[in-house]
């Protein structure tokens, strides 16, 4: 049975809902529509953390609004009226119809609603709210969902080298940069790009998924149960090995890819990398001495926070502590010799709250969430920030520059340096 | 919910548990987390004051079987020991009205055991009512428990009703500097920003000012103020919004003759009006020529024309026409129509005939953002700064918009 989770301030932390985490699915697959079966505070919430990355989500996101009669009515001419009003205006290559928790409890039949409606595409209905869990909840579940609805194809011949991405989602800060990386190095590295699931693959794509040679799981929080499942249904092996950070860490990380063989154009790519980042950075230090930090938090998704603690340690800067706050509960427990500390807000609240209470000279990596309470408590101005997941609000990422990967490497060095600099300027 | 929470957010000695799955505590905690760094880029909170700490419940699956009334005694069991509130205030999701928890029973038993105020409502997430209702009902029973009449009133003292962005928001600020005409200075702004030990200070004003805002908001901070009279023999200053110039004229001159201090009033009303002409000399000079629409699609309940076509006029700008959204029900647009034709007689399009103004226009003042990436957009806000300052940081907006060259669009706040 699992462990229930631990009450404290949750200002502490980060994690949307499992609504959210679903739509971000949908979001992620061109030509979708989303109909969000809940009131209009569940709707906006999730139509404002998608917008952060699909500007114009608003077209394809919707919501039906019940009153509360729907309680002892249900929700079904809400959404025959929503349905009706997409056959007429849109032409969806698929739709999900999500509830929120209090609609989910209401125990109206969605699929035999969807079915009434007689809608032209394929519909995936999933009750979705906020008791079923957290983002990454909702995203694995319903990739599972849609799969099982959609069926892809298993007589597709295989393609030796082609690889499926699983776990990326737009849900995600600086994920379609950081997917453009991944695709980049895997096709420079000899790989053929398959399906990216939930972050661009379309509906015909998603059919023929099986044409891969194995999946690759990202973000195992969100591609691992999608991932267990091809295996399952498909008989599709997967792999599972953190995300690319860093330059010794991406080339790692391939390594461990199956087939993978050292190709010259990656060598090439990693030796400029290392000349330009040792030259430049050795020519700040003259300057401005060392990236020393007497405490670092790394705090995000688990295999963002965890595989990016690791890359900090091992490449870029120096600490006499580092602490990992995983806001979501990682399938795998996680150790490394890297990180001093690991800390699941789930299962160590009070843990997680001194932390980021008492936390003072050093390097915060996590969203605009922690820099707020560095602020209320008078830290902030002891402490570089770097963000690194949503929410974000004080900061502005509008290039096309990665975290991850070989160009990541030096995006992330940069952007550490730089904040470093200003923190001694502004000193 | 965020009602609640906003209620008594920022109350020494509060702690806020929603009653809830844990979404919903994360919906309000971001809502927290934009009017924090807000409030930093326009310099108007100071950053590091106390913020409740907002606990939920977490609700899962099992609860929906089951119940939750065990999980919120054992929550506030926790909140007592690690946060030792003063007092305890509780937001029940809708996931609760759908559960049927007796949240007002776990809440009395806890109380009594712990020798401590906890207070609930009746307010379900969606269920019942909105923002304001939560809002209003905290407010209410932060009267009802902690406030106690028999204290001396403090002369020429002042307690502010309602939010608005604070004691260091614009309009809180200004509406300070427009009370110290009358020498009257602020003690607190009730009920969010109020500590716990000092909820007594609250009866010992002398007067208390309703920061209306739009009608609902309005509305239920009158019946504080109200309430507030009724209680502790405090006289209340509403109704009245000092938006505009004949807004903020009216508002002086009101006060002015409810505390009859007729000559202050005068003076005040002198004063802003020389402030404004200044300002206003400039601003022809500046925005002599151009061309301005202005974009209309929120109700009239959440946005009163009048001021926006006050200061157009009062700035001498050539005025293209009034665009009418397409968002608009029947009904809600004609009301939209006939207040505008009250206040002005320029003339009146629809979303398509009015796309060759907007495209004719070198400023756009709209109350949603339109897609076009080159036209030059005022955003007119749901809450808008009050008073002179607030028509001057409107018409600097306009001017700065009207001067950006080159093919920049984009939408200034205003």
């Known amino acids: 049975m699992a462990k229930a989770e631990q009450w404290g301030n949750i200002c502490n932390r980060v994690n949307t809902c499992a609504l959210t985490g679903a739509a971000a699915f949908f979001a992620g697959i061109p030509g979708a529509e989303i109909i969000n079966n809940g009131p209009l505070w569940c709707y906006f919430y999730a139509l404002r953390y998608l917008e952060r990355a699909k500007s114009d989500i608003g077209k394809f996101y919707h919501g039906t609004q019940p009153d509360n009669n729907s309680v002892i009515y249900g929700t079904e001419q809400f959404l025959l009226d929503e349905l009706e009003l997409r056959k007429k205006n849109s032409a969806a290559s698929i739709m999900l119809i999500e509830n929120s928790c209090s609609v989910s409890l209401i125990g109206d039949d969605i699929a035999g609603i969807a079915r009434k409606a007689k809608m032209p595409c394929p519909v995936v209905c999933f009750d979705s709210g906020g008791l079923l869990g957290t983002f990454c909840r909702g995203y694995s579940l319903v990739g599972v969902k849609c799969l099982q609805e959609l069926i892809p194809s298993k007589k597709v011949p295989k393609r030796v080298g082609r690889v499926n991405i699983l776990g990326m989602s737009l849900g995600y800060l600086n994920d379609d940069n950081d997917l453009a990386e991944v695709k980049r190095i895997l096709v420079m590295a000899g790989y053929e790009i398959g399906v990216c699931l939930g972050d661009g693959a379309t509906v015909e794509e998603i059919m023929n998924l099986s044409a891969a040679e194995f999946n690759l799981v990202m973000h195992e929080e969100l591609g691992l149960d999608i991932a267990k499942f091809l295996q399952e249904e498909y008989a599709m092996p997967y792999v599972s090995n953190g995300v690319p950070y860093g330059l010794e860490g991406t080339l790692n990380w391939l390594k461990a890819l199956p087939g993978y063989t050292l190709k010259q154009e990656i060598s090439e790519e990693v030796e400029k990398y290392r000349n330009k980042l040792f030259a430049a950075t050795n020519e700040m230090r003259l300057v401005w001495g060392e990236l020393w930090y007497d405490n670092i938090i790394v705090s995000g998704p688990s295999t963002m926070a965890f595989s990016l603690a690791e890359a900090l340690r091992r490449e870029w800067v120096d600490t006499g502590k580092l602490t990992a706050i995983l806001q979501d509960v990682p399938i795998n427990k996680k150790n490394s010799r890297e990180i001093d500390e690991i800390l699941l807000p789930a299962e160590n609240m009070k843990e997680v709250e001194t932390a980021l209470m008492s936390f003072n000279r050093g390097l915060l990596m996590g969203s605009s969430s922690e820099t707020v309470i560095l602020q209320r408590n008078k830290h902030a101005e002891n402490v570089q920030i770097c963000n690194i997941s949503y929410p974000i609000v004080d900061e502005l990422l509008i290039t096309s520059e990665p975290f991850m990967g070989f160009r990541g490497a030096a995006h992330m060095l940069q952007r550490l340096w730089n904040g470093s600099i200003a923190m001694k300027v502004n000193r | ?414």
């Open chain 2, 1 to 414: 919910m965020p009602g609640v929470w906003r209620a008594v957010g920022y109350s020494k000695g509060a702690v806020v548990v929603f009653h809830s799955p844990k979404a919903c505590a994360h919906v309000a905690h971001t809502m927290d987390i934009n009017a924090h760094f807000r409030g930093i880029a326009r310099g108007e909170r100071e950053p590091y004051g106390y913020t409740a700490p907002l606990i939920s419940t977490m609700l899962t699956e099992k609860h929906s079987i089951f119940g939750g009334a065990k999980q919120l005694e054992n929550c506030l069991d926790f909140v007592v020991k690690r946060y030792k509130p003063q007092y305890i205030v509780i937001a029940n999701s809708c996931v609760v009205g759908v559960i049927g928890d007796d949240v007002a029973a776990v809440a009395a038993g806890a109380e009594e055991k712990h020798n401590l105020p906890i207070i609930t409502l009746p307010c379900y997430g969606f269920l019942d009512g909105e923002y304001y209702a939560g809002y209003y009902g905290v407010a209410e029973a932060l009267v009802e428990r902690f406030l106690v009449g028999g204290l001396p009133k403090v002369q020429d003292s002042v307690i502010l009703l309602g939010d608005n962005g604070g004691p260091n928001g614009e309009y809180a600020v200004e509406v300070k500097r427009l009370l110290a005409y009358f020498d009257l200075q602020v003690i607190g702004q009730f009920p969010g920003y109020v500590a716990y030990d000092d909820m007594n200070q609250v009866t010992t004003a002398a007067l208390s000012v309703v920061l209306g805002g739009r009608t609902q908001a309005n509305d239920s901070l009158l019946k504080i103020a109200k309430k507030l009279e009724e209680k502790f023999a405090i006289p209340y200053y509403g109704g009245v919004y000092p938006l505009g110039w004949q807004g903020t004229r009216e508002w002086l001159a009101d006060l002015g003759r409810k505390l009859h201090k007729e000559e202050s009033a005068q003076k005040a009303i002198a004063e802003q009006k020389e402030r404004l002409e200044r300002v206003l000399v400039d601003a022809k000079e500046k925005l002599r020529g151009k061309k301005v629409a202005v974009c209309i699609g929120r109700q009239l309940e959440y946005f009163r024309p009048e001021w926006v076509m006050e200061i157009l006029k009062l700035i001498e700008i050539n005025q293209l026409g009034i665009v009418l959204l397409d968002s608009y029900m029947p009904k809600d647009r004609a009301s939209m129509e006939q207040a505008i034709k009250s206040c002005t007689n320029i003339n009146i399009f629809n979303q398509l005939e009015g796309a060759k103004v907007v495209e004719a226009a070198d400023i756009i003042l709209t109350t949603h953002e339109l897609e076009a990436y080159n036209a030059r957009q005022l955003f007119l806000p749901m809450l808008p700064t009050v008073g002179v300052t607030g028509m001057i940081k409107l018409i600097k907006n306009i001017i700065k918009i009207a001067y950006r060259h080159g093919d920049k669009g984009g939408i200034v706040y205003g």
